[in-house]
């Protein structure tokens, strides 16, 4: 695998020197053999790196494809299945599973095994809602009250660590990704009270989340029970929020999500 450094390259070098790459929505660029993660500034794009890779997924063209054509979804079992029908339009030689079960883990069941060339990409999925009732093209989405924000910051980091775990303990493993879809805007912004009790799992708009992160001391049994454990990160993975979709301007209309990629 090469490795190439570029550190800032203007905009006209970059079309001049990198006739074959293709700008791609958020924060990646894509061909079909290269892929580098970049940052986007006013005056300039800044490469951290650019390598090899024969199949990777463009997941924010799937999410923009999916949004087109299902803004909402009833359920998380139904964003999972939807996702994964989008998937394979987008990529009809893969092959696709759900609730896979690895051998190295009876209990870790991945929401999505994509399988490309024989390379697998484990893709976990949250969803979590205001409650409201929602028309979309004649179908009617009643949708549940999910506010536990401590539970839902702590459950989307695991998912990362289990696909970490993922990655350290199988062979077959080329990348990952983490996705979160949700109305409730307040995961977004920092934790307001004092003494917050999931303040190091807070997912807030700009953080970077990465290490050791636990519970704060004065955090009560019935809060964390069956989540007592650290989460343990040791990639690095900053939190930037999209919007999803807007289905209307009440409070819960807009669905907004969070992606993270898990690499090799």
């Given at each position: 695998m090469n490795i190439v450094d570029i550190k800032i390259i203007n905009n006209d070098i970059l079309l001049s020197r990198l006739k074959a790459l293709r700008l791609c929505k958020g924060l990646l660029l894509y061909t079909h053999t290269y892929r580098c993660n970049?940052?986007?500034t006013d005056i300039c794009i800044v490469f951290d790196e650019v390598f090899v890779m024969g199949l990777i997924l463009d997941i924010y063209e799937i999410m923009h494809q999916l949004s087109i054509w299902r803004p909402i979804f009833?359920?998380?079992?139904?964003f999972q299945f939807s996702l994964a029908w989008m998937i394979k339009e987008q990529y009809p030689n893969c092959d696709i599973r759900l609730e896979f079960?690895?051998?190295f883990n009876p209990n870790l069941h991945l929401d999505i095994l994509v399988i490309l060339d024989?390379?697998?990409?484990?893709?976990?999925?949250?969803?979590?809602t205001r409650k409201c009732i929602k028309s979309i093209n004649d179908e009617v989405y009643v949708l549940k009250e999910q506010g536990a924000k401590d539970q839902g910051c702590y459950n989307y980091l695991k998912d990362i660590m289990r696909i970490?775990?993922?990655?350290?303990k199988s062979n077959n493993f080329i990348e990952?990704?983490?996705i979160k879809i949700t109305s409730e805007i307040s995961y977004l912004k920092p934790p307001t009270k004092v003494n917050c009790i999931y303040v190091e799992f807070s997912i807030e708009e700009g953080s970077i989340k990465t290490g050791c992160m636990n519970w704060s001391?004065?955090?009560?049994?019935g809060s964390m029970r069956g989540m007592e454990a650290p989460i343990v990160l040791t990639g690095i993975y900053p939190i930037n929020w999209k919007e999803y979709s807007k289905v209307d301007d009440t409070n819960s209309g807009t669905f907004m999500y969070l992606v993270n990629r898990i690499s090799k």
């Open positions: 970049i940052i986007k009833h359920s998380e079992a139904d079960v690895p051998e024989g390379k697998w990409i484990p893709i976990e999925l949250k969803y979590t970490e775990e993922f990655r350290d990952g990704y983490t001391s004065n955090t009560g049994k």
